[in-house]
């Protein structure tokens, strides 16, 4: 038995797809269905259900997964403790699509800058699915909206943002500096869909202020939550993060009067993984480039 058929039998689980696994691995079907047959032969016991169009696990391929996730956990842990220089290596963080592409970039630069040395390898994935992840140990840090719901998982706050109210350009409430939430409670609301955690932050608030709003549209990403705003399609609330690199001119941004919405900005990751040195160093650059954009 090889690593890389562990590797191998990981994939195939998480795609259930023989094809798919393939592809992503960079391998020929009958490679890699040789390879489960293998590890199969091994255990003595089939691993796979194969169907039509898709491959499940058996009971035994799921007890596998679980114990193949721990041992490559290990031996990655093993790996980095040995290999740990403090100033090379991989760092593997994940953001959520609010996040990435608007606060990620411009620390990535500093980071690499302070440690040329690094491979920083950057994953865009839902709140839910970083968590799994960094669980799993396929990521080692995830940036996203706090808090969450794993207590498994260390937190660290970084810091609170405003939520914005985005109103198309040629909006009556444009000449506002600021608005109060019973002016817009008739307005109709554009925003991500329910597996994005703004949108749990944007309900979160309006509750606590006896607020409900209604929901017009929803979508994937917060680009198009802008452009619907700026055709009219509804109002929203947006991040300052993305309200500051908004040059359209079609829409405006406007605090809400009284208690204003935010959320909190934290990263993420499981203490009970080998932290080098090298990680730790991500974690300070981090509190300092929040502190001191």
Known sequence: ?????????????????????????????????????????????????RKTRRVELSDAGVKLKSRIEQILAILDDTRAELCD???????????????????????????SQSFPGALVEVYEETTKNL??????????????????????????????EELLLALPSDHPLAERKKVRLKEIEREPFVMLDEQHCLSDSILSFCSSRSFQPVSVGRTNQL????????????????????????????????????KTPKRTIGVVWDPYRFQSRLSKSFIDLLHQYCDNP
């Open 85 to 111: 220089d403090g100033s090379s290596g991989r760092i593997r963080v994940g953001s959520i699509p609010t996040i990435a592409p608007y606060f990620l970039p411009a620390f990535l630069k500093r980071f």
């Open 223 to 258: 680009s198009m939550v802008q452009e619907l705003v700026s055709l009219s399609h509804g109002i929203s609330l947006v991040p300052q993060m993305a309200v500051d690199k908004d040059r359209a001119k079609t829409r405006i941004y406007r605090s809400i009067a009284g």
């Open 131 to 160: 968590l799994h992840q960094c669980s799993q140990g396929e990521v080692d840090f995830a940036i996203l909206a706090l808090p969450i719901e794993n207590r498994h998982l260390e937190t660290n706050a970084l810091f609170d």
């Open 1 to 49: 038995m090889e690593i890389e058929q562990l590797r191998y039998f990981l994939q195939v689980a998480e795609s259930k797809s023989i094809t798919r696994a393939a592809e992503l691995l960079c391998v020929s079907q009958s490679a890699l269905s040789r390879s489960v047959q293998r590890l199969e032969a091994d255990f003595g016991v089939p691993l796979l259900v």
